[in-house]
């Protein structure tokens, strides 16, 4: 992509409204815009992230086994009277009501209409286990919205809903989500820690909130520092295995926000070696709720003794319009954003020091052509512009790699990467320019870990 | 993707409530689920359709220059009220109150939204020409939803923006995007004919229609037959240069709805063998419309003089849950839907005629890991159900192909294939399979035209 034909709006100044620095920063790199409290559009540079971390939570859910679908964002009150949860829910439900004075609601969850499309189909045990998801925004009106998408109104959400015969096969569908979610977010470059968590609104019986560590983080959080460095499971994990030898290895160290322990606790059952006291980000919470939506709305199927079961179910979500501030506030310095490459809105940028000048116009078009052609996704800064302001937007959108050419350079026949994340920089022949940049992103992207 | 794993919910009965062919289909052959009136789940198979229409859309609005991002769905009624539309809107807008009783609407469009984005960053004719585009979901509180998808209520809108210095900057915007659309909707194998429009509620002053024939379409369609076999504008169009020839090539023919026209000027206009009356379904819309916008809400630019110029605006659209409803109703017949390749749900379906033969499994384990490997995007039909069953499954959901393969197939060395759209067969050795299989999808799947 040109610069000069992208759509990038920087901001100079610090929006006073942005009390966190992933805020500050998507509003200064033109990731968002706020269209009213807790609303936002996701500009190009945004949006682009916020796809590329959907991919990978579809791919991984997707090799879990689970089956993508879509649901409307606007649902009928009567389907969530049948749960009771229409009246329990509280003023955080957006209710609405159509022209016809029909009752509606804007989807804060979808418990209820998967339930529903579930009864609707399935009617024997032999087509269990099933586990259907989607991503698709949600809406939950906030008393005060704030720190921009990281807590806003309208959100994207993946919800994925699995569905058992019994306890011990829900356990079993709520072990693969475990899975699947250690290995989504170590894709995105972050690190997600597993902890037990209490059931809340949605209630059950087994529940595990995700964190990633950032300073910024919402909730303390107490854990062994062997977590951080658990291998996460591969690529080649047999999800229609056994998962729970993997499950208790990661649920048998210490990992607890403040709202489940405290620290004198902590003390005594972690050795003093491994004690980690920090902040944490949710961005993934898995349920068990066994039969607490299907027993009222009577999802059930036929068992292999003829009897109808009602269905234990789970959910399991992630807010991907959470996950991109997260990985901000886990990953930024004082220039600026440093994005994993996997989740980077371009992995590279060709900056052009000199447009305008023919020599280094010919060379920069050159040089981007066999950096695109390599299959690397690349920002070019072709723009007529001083270096110094393209190195600070580089830096501020916090693109992984900066490739520098110039008429001195093209003249000694060199080129310069930085190296977003250290700050440094190598000089190398123009010649070799695009092997190297491809040895050092390949790696990077994460799509065969 | 094995279908004993996946959710595909066939129906055997038509349904009642659904009126035109597209929407028995799609609710019968497991693609879509009622919620309310008016609003839809896409279930898997649907989903699947539905995600390759919308990449078709992208990879084409991308190659024209249009940059995506995203709005939300959820918009301040003060926005609205800046362009007057907030009264003129009528019924059909739904009305929200927050729970601090601030005005929202769900969006049924987005020219006010966008052009706010526009005048908060954009200052200067240097950062012109510039379309802005998103893939979002919008809401009409028609009054009388129906014909499933092609008349729901929320559905998915493709809704591109453009801002231009001038007219004939902005007519060269618009000729972009009616050379994107032809391009789009051929390679989902659809004839979309444009047609002179009326600019509508929007208004405007120069506005075009894209129609697919079908003789259920909701317009009576005039046309001269050429048009039905024009070549369209090549991947290697310049998007960059004058499409002005393109442009005057497909619209010097007529081609006009009964909104715009009649028989007898039809009549009069048209030579004789050259006269195509038939029905068509609106699948695009595009529409110029200068400073309708951009004068109320004060989106200017300084141009070249210096002085301050509102941008003269465009908006283009296609509905993606529109478009799947319009395929099937120009493509399929009495046992179902005939998908074109480029937007089926899966290219190939693998069908096992005797699934728990534990030689047949085997082979067929082997050919279906073969076709997988070679690229093509298959389903494998492992289920324990008679052959009948499975053919009638697979006809309905308009799988392309069907490579099928039993014990005496298998005694023989030999597998057969079925072409959905002719009802061709042919038998040949299981050897050559993968290569005749890849030989036939490819060249359809128009990624290259």
Chains 1, 2 share one sequence.
């Not at 540079?45 to 939570?57: A, D, E, H």
């Not at 690529?235 to 322990?261: C, V």
């Not at 310069?416 to 022949?429: A, M, N, S, V, Y």
Request: negative net charge; proline residues 6%.
């Amino acid at each position: 992509m040109r610069l000069s034909r992208y759509f990038l709006p920087v901001l100079r100044d610090v929006p006073k409204e942005a009390e966190i620095v992933s805020h500050r920063l998507m509003l200064r790199a033109g990731m968002i815009r706020q269209q009213a409290s807790g609303l936002y559009s996701w500009l190009p540079l945004g949006y682009k992230v916020l796809m590329k971390v959907q991919k990978i939570i579809e791919e991984e859910q997707n090799r879990s086994g689970a089956i993508q679908l879509l649901m409307p964002t606007i649902q009928s009150a009567d389907l969530w009277r049948e749960s009771g949860r229409y009246d329990a829910y509280g003023k955080e439900m957006l209710r609405i009501e159509d022209r016809h004075e029909r009752e509606f609601l804007y989807g804060p969850t979808n418990e209820e209409m998967i339930t529903d499309i579930f009864r609707a189909y399935v009617k024997s045990y032999k087509d269990l286990p099933l586990n259907l998801y989607h991503i698709q925004w949600k809406f939950r009106d906030e008393v005060r919205p704030r720190f921009g998408t990281m807590r806003s109104r309208e959100f994207l959400m993946k919800d994925a809903y699995s569905f058992d015969l019994d306890e011990p096969a829900a356990v079993a569908a709520f072990q693969r989500m475990f899975v699947a979610y250690l290995r989504t977010f170590r894709r995105m470059g972050l690190v997600g820690i597993p902890m037990r968590a209490d059931t809340g609104p949605i209630g059950g019986n087994l529940s595990y909130e995700f964190h990633v560590l950032a300073d910024t983080g919402e909730s303390g959080v107490f854990l062994d520092k062997d977590l951080l460095d658990k291998p996460i499971p591969g690529k080649d994990t047999d999800y229609r295995g056994d998962l729970d030898p993997i499950f208790k290895d990661w649920t048998s160290l210490f990992a607890m926000t403040d709202e489940m322990t405290d620290e004198a606790t902590f003390r005594a059952q972690v050795p003093e070696d491994k004690q980690l006291m920090a902040r944490g980000i949710e961005v993934g919470h898995i349920f068990y709720f066994g039969t607490k939506y299907s027993d009222p709305m009577k999802a059930n199927v036929t068992g292999p003794d003829g009897k109808n079961i009602a269905v234990h179910m789970g959910s399991y979500g992630i807010g991907p319009t959470r996950v991109v501030p997260a990985i901000i506030e886990a990953s930024h310095d004082e220039n600026g954003i440093v994005w994993p490459v996997s989740v980077a809105p371009f992995e590279a940028v060709l900056i052009n020091l000199k447009a305008g000048d023919a020599d280094t116009d010919t060379a920069c078009e050159q040089l981007y052509a066999e950096l695109t052609a390599a299959g690397l996704d690349m920002l070019y800064d072709d723009r007529d512009q001083p270096a110094g302001s393209k190195f600070a937007t580089a830096d501020l959108v916090g693109i992984p790699y900066q490739i520098i050419l110039g008429p001195r350079g093209l003249k000694s026949g060199e080129v310069e990467i930085k190296h977003r994340k250290t700050g440094e920089r190598e000089t190398l022949p123009l010649s070799g320019a695009v092997e190297r940049l491809k040895s050092l992103i390949e790696p990077q992207r994460m799509t065969d870990i």
